[in-house]
Structure formats: structure tokens, C-alpha cells
């Protein structure tokens, strides 16, 4: 809805123009300005017809922006696809741009790589012998500069961070959608983009889980069978020192953004199998901040109440090794907060829609939905245990925010336009 | 007298995986081993199908990232063994894990999204060298 302020000017005789706006993208929302002149068509009492000038901006709401710290790569990880997912539509690269790009657009929202802030290219970390994860190698005033141009309503031209080559490609355009994500390693990091954000995510793997799934990342079955060969390229040990290598930056510059965070997702290995060290029943926790504006915490049975709940029995039947709930309220770096937690898989759709018929404040707009966004993506990693369950239900919880800002925006008196 | 035994083992399409990487359906490899006047040698054949990589660009890209992969492991091996707690150290595997991610990223957007991620590109540029269509 637009909200037109209109204003008069005492201004030099100028031929006044309408000029048309520029054809703009569904859920692109950019500031218009309509010169009119009003002819005055009263006798000829002398004055002047004073040109009008009225501006014009789309909703008058800000763009959204959240943030997400991960260290999973950029702006194609699966949470963001499922995030992308819940409002609908699929998140693509800039057409026609840089192929390199880290950009995902879809129709309601877009996602930046925060590695597209890096200061530093590949060889110049080297040379100075620092790591992606070390705050010297990102320009956080850039950053800071150019996600609060798209919060309120400006395009900017963001560099592109070339993964492939290392090297730092020229700048695209991003204009401001209705949800902008930055994905990264230190989107809490900077204090001042901190406070831009309308809520925050991070999402915390332990050791072993993160272990485990790289070494499925980069350990074909190929390669486990090498014995005999030259080892080229990966091997469990690699992997381990890549691991440890990186471990001191990581605790020291990325892990302390958690207690900045909205809602924190924990990954850890299951406790149903003793000594399981594969990594695939696995332990998820979501922990979330009470109090956070628009956002209501997810719970089970009795809000702030301490629950543990085994959903297979007698309604339900589960295979090995079952499934195992537990919330409460409990406090994280100092805050108050409410953790849900789910440690098992599911197997069948009926578990799906069993628990989810269960849990309370999940933000659906209708019976089954977190069930149909699960389905919708059963072939993405996690689709049949907590990350995918509480990747899907923050998707929605931010759905729901997002509502919440937005109502409350155009809930601001309207001035008819008089023109 | 040479004895060959042969294996095949097609992969395994996991129904739900969990990991951050699903397993490629699509792998499978055969195992051949040569018992010849005892001397063993093992060799093997793989078959694997890509995903859908459809210009030339992808398939140089997927390349290139797994000659670096190769290539940075062995200088990031080279550079620890003075001290692993060294700067260069540190820098050498972040390196190794930034391009492992990338070829991961890429893989997966394969994989998930079926789609060449050069596809919007190509369309607007059908004459570049990346654009030509790869066959296998």
C-alpha cells in the first residue's frame, strides 16, 4: 500500500515532469518521486500555480533483515533454502550476472554472503597471514554502510567474493527486498550491524557432528577404499587438521556471537546410541531468547514448564532409535531462555505430523504445515530429524515476524493522497 | 594363473539423509583384484554420474576446485610440519576448507536443485567457452 505525503514548493519556475517509475520487481519497494503540477484553474486572482511535489514510497516499511551465522558456506545452505521455501517461490542467483555470485533472490527475499565483505582476497590473507574467520579480513564499516542502505530502502552495489578463483570479482546491484538474509560468519560480530537486525540466528555444530558431516562432504567412497594408493586430496586426517587448524579462530571471533543470538540451533550427537560416532542420529536442541520482540518461543504442553516426552508408545509406533523431546526454560550467557529439544529421526510421515500436532506456537497458518514444508524438501539433509524440524519452524516463526513488523507499519495513519 | 574377482556395489540412496552432504545416488564403482604369482594389485574402475552439469563452464569449475583441493592439502600438510600452530598453518587448511566448501556448494546445487548453476548465465551468453555444452 502506498502512503503518498504530498508537499508544495516554493520553487524557480522549472517545467515540472512526470516521470514514470521504474518498472520495479514484485517485493522490491523503492522510493518514487512524482513531479506534478497542479494548473490552477481559478480566475485569474494572480497567483501562481506553485508546483507540487509528491513523494511516493512503496509501503513506507523497512526491509526486514535477518541474520544467520553459519559456517556452512554461503547462501546455499539448506536452512536458507527451506527459509527461502516458507514465503514461497525458490531462491536463484541474480539473473544474467557474475556466475560466481553468492546472491540468492527469490520473490519476497534476498540473501547475501557476508564473505562478500572480505577485505581481503585469498592471496592477501595469505600474505598476512590471516584466516576468513579473523575480523581483520572483513570491512565491517561496508558492511554496516551497506546493510543499513537496504534496510531502509536504497540499492546498493555489494563486491562479489569469487570462491572459485579467490579473488574479489566487481560489485552487483542489490536492491531491498522485503527480506534480506546475511548469511556468514560474523553477521553479530559488528556491533552496529547487530542492532540493524530484526532477528538473529546462529547455528551451532559440535565437534563430532561437524566432523562427521565433513567427512561425508568431502570423503567420497572412493577415496575410504584407498588404502593401497598415494593419498591425494582428502583423508580423515586431513579433515581433522582442517578442523583443528581453524579451531582457535573459530572460538575466538565466531563462537561468542551465540549469546547475541535470537534463537541458537545446536547440533549434537545423539544420546540414544551409546558411543555413536557416525553422526547420523543426531541431538538438536533450538534454543530460544525470551523476550525478543515479534517472536514467540515454540513449546511443548505447558509454556515455561519443564516437559520430557517420548512420542512413540502406544498411538504411535517408532523404529530404532526412536524419538526423545525435552523443553524447559533455562538460562544461556546470561539470558532467559526456552529450549526445545528433539534427539532421534523420523521414519514415517505419521511421526511427522504426530509431533507436530503437539508442539504449540509453531506459527502455522494452517494443521500439517510444518509436515508439508518437511515433505516438500524430504531430499534435503536433515529432513528427518531436529534440523530439519526447527530449521523449517524458525523459517515460519520468521514468516510470522516478518507479518508482525509489516502490520504494525501499515497500521500507521494513512494520508489519502490529494492530489 | 590370474584370478579376477569382481565386485559391484551400487550406492546405497539413503532415505532421509542427514548429513550436510546427501550421498550420490548415482555412484557406484567396481573393485577389481589381481592374484597374480602372488603379487597383488588393486585397480579400480569408477563410473559416476554427474549431476546435472550441463556447460562446460560447471564441469571446468568442478574440476579446478578438486585439482586445488589436491594441491592446497599437500601444501597445508607441507607448511604445518615446522609448527602447527603457525599462522601460515592456520591459513594453509582454512584454505583447504574454503574450496572443499566450494565444490560442496556446487555439488550440492547440482544434486538438490538439478539445475546448471551457469543456466541464467548461459542463456544470456550461448557463445562464451563456458557456455558450450558438455558431453561426456
Known amino acids: 500500500m502506498a502512503v503518498c505525503s504530498a508537499y508544495t514548493t516554493q520553487s524557480l519556475n522549472s517545467t515540472c515532469s512526470i516521470s514514470t517509475p521504474a518498472k520495479t520487481h514484485l517485493g522490491f519497494h523503492q522510493k518514487q518521486v512524482v513531479f506534478y503540477r497542479r494548473s490552477s484553474k481559478r480566475g485569474g486572482s494572480g497567483s501562481s500555480s506553485s508546483p507540487c511535489v509528491i513523494t511516493c514510497s512503496a509501503g513506507d516499511s523497512q526491509t526486514v533483515v535477518i541474520g544467520l551465522a553459519a559456517d556452512s558456506g554461503c547462501g546455499k545452505s539448506t536452512f536458507m533454502r527451506r527459509l527461502t521455501s516458507v514465503f514461497g517461490g525458490a531462491a536463484e542467483p541474480p539473473k544474467g550476472g557474475?556466475?560466481?555470485?553468492?546472491?540468492?533472490?527469490?520473490?519476497?527475499?534476498?540473501?547475501?554472503?557476508?564473505?562478500?565483505?572480505?577485505?581481503?582476497?585469498?592471496?592477501?590473507?595469505?600474505?598476512?597471514?590471516?584466516?576468513?574467520?579473523?575480523?581483520?579480513?572483513?570491512?565491517?564499516?561496508?558492511?554496516?554502510?551497506?546493510?543499513?542502505?537496504?534496510?531502509?530502502?536504497?540499492?546498493?552495489?555489494?563486491?562479489?567474493?569469487?570462491?572459485?578463483?579467490?579473488?574479489?570479482?566487481?560489485?552487483?546491484?542489490?536492491?531491498?527486498?522485503?527480506?534480506?538474509?546475511?548469511?556468514?560468519?560474523?553477521?553479530?560480530?559488528?556491533?552496529?550491524?547487530?542492532?540493524?537486525?530484526?532477528?538473529?540466528?546462529?547455528?551451532?555444530?559440535?565437534?563430532?557432528?561437524?566432523?562427521?558431516?565433513k567427512i561425508q562432504r568431502d570423503l567420497t567412497l572412493l577415496k575410504t577404499l584407498q588404502r593401497d594408493m598415494a593419498e591425494r586430496g582428502h583423508s580423515l586426517e586431513s579433515i581433522k587438521a582442517s578442523i583443528e587448524a581453524r579451531k582457535p579462530d573459530f572460538d575466538a571471533y565466531i563462537d561468542p556471537q551465540k549469546k547475541y543470538a535470537d534463537a541458537v540451533i545446536e547440533v549434537l550427537p545423539t544420546q540414544l546410541i551409546p558411543d555413536d560416532n557416525e553422526g547420523k542420529v543426531l541431538r538438536v536442541r533450538l534454543i530460544?531468547?525470551?523476550?525478543?520482540?515479534?517472536?514467540?518461543?515454540?513449546?511443548?504442553?505447558?509454556?515455561?514448564?519443564?516437559?520430557?516426552?517420548?512420542?512413540?508408545?502406544?498411538?504411535?509406533?517408532?523404529?530404532?532409535?526412536?524419538i526423545k523431546f525435552h523443553y524447559g526454560p533455562d538460562t544461556y550467557f546470561g539470558n532467559e531462555v526456552s529450549i526445545l529439544e528433539m534427539d532421534g529421526q523420523f521414519d514415517r510421515l505419521d511421526e511427522l505430523i504426530y509431533v507436530e500436532s503437539h508442539l504449540s506456537n509453531i506459527s502455522t497458518k494452517f494443521y500439517g504445515e510444518v509436515t508439508q514444508q518437511m515433505l516438500k524438501h524430504a531430499d534435503f539433509p536433515g529432513s528427518n530429524n531436529g534440523t530439519g524440524l526447527f530449521q523449517t519452524i524458525v523459517g515460519l516463526k520468521i514468516r510470522d515476524l516478518y507479518e508482525q513488523i509489516t502490520s504494525s507499519k501499515t497500521a500507521a495513519p494513512l494520508e489519502a493522497t490529494k492530489a | 594363473m590370474a584370478t579376477l574377482r569382481f565386485n559391484s556395489l551400487t550406492g546405497t540412496v539413503e532415505k532421509n539423509p542427514t548429513s550436510s552432504f546427501s550421498s550420490n545416488p548415482r555412484l557406484s564403482w567396481a573393485y577389481f583384484q589381481c592374484n597374480n604369482k602372488g603379487e597383488r594389485r588393486a585397480s579400480r574402475m569408477t563410473v559416476k554420474?554427474?549431476?546435472?552439469?550441463?556447460?562446460?563452464?560447471?564441469q571446468m569449475r568442478e574440476k579446478k576446485l578438486t585439482e586445488m583441493i589436491e594441491k592446497k592439502v599437500s601444501e597445508a600438510k607441507q607448511v604445518c610440519e615446522g609448527d602447527e600452530t603457525s599462522d601460515e598453518c592456520k591459513v594453509a587448511w582454512d584454505e583447504v576448507e574454503e574450496v572443499s566448501q566450494a565444490k560442496a556448494d556446487l555439488r550440492l546445487r547440482l544434486e538438490i536443485e538439478k539445475k546448471d548453476p551457469l543456466e541464467s548465465f548461459c542463456q544470456e551468453n550461448p557463445e562464451t567457452e563456458e557456455c558450450k555444452i558438455y558431453e561426456d
Open chain 1, 288 to 322: 530460544m531468547k525470551e523476550g525478543v520482540k515479534h517472536f514467540s518461543p515454540v513449546y511443548l504442553f505447558d509454556e515455561g514448564s519443564t516437559i520430557s516426552w517420548i512420542p512413540c508408545g502406544r498411538k504411535l509406533t517408532c523404529s530404532y532409535p526412536g
Open chain 1, 98 to 213: 557474475n556466475p560466481d555470485s553468492n546472491t540468492l533472490i527469490s520473490d519476497m527475499t534476498t540473501v547475501i554472503c557476508l564473505d562478500d565483505y572480505h577485505s581481503l582476497d585469498r592471496t592477501g590473507r595469505k600474505e598476512k597471514g590471516v584466516t576468513a574467520l579473523d575480523p581483520r579480513a572483513n570491512d565491517f564499516d561496508l558492511m554496516y554502510e551497506q546493510v543499513k542502505a537496504i534496510k531502509s530502502g536504497v540499492a546498493v552495489d555489494k563486491p562479489i567474493y569469487n570462491h572459485v578463483t579467490g579473488l574479489l570479482d566487481p560489485p552487483e546491484l542489490i536492491k531491498p527486498p522485503k527480506i534480506l538474509v546475511i548469511e556468514g560468519l560474523h553477521p553479530m560480530f559488528d556491533e552496529r550491524v547487530r542492532d540493524l537486525l530484526d532477528f538473529s540466528i546462529y547455528l551451532d555444530i559440535s565437534n563430532e557432528v561437524k566432523f562427521a558431516w
Open chain 2, 49 to 58: 554420474a554427474m549431476g546435472a552439469a550441463k556447460y562446460k563452464g560447471t
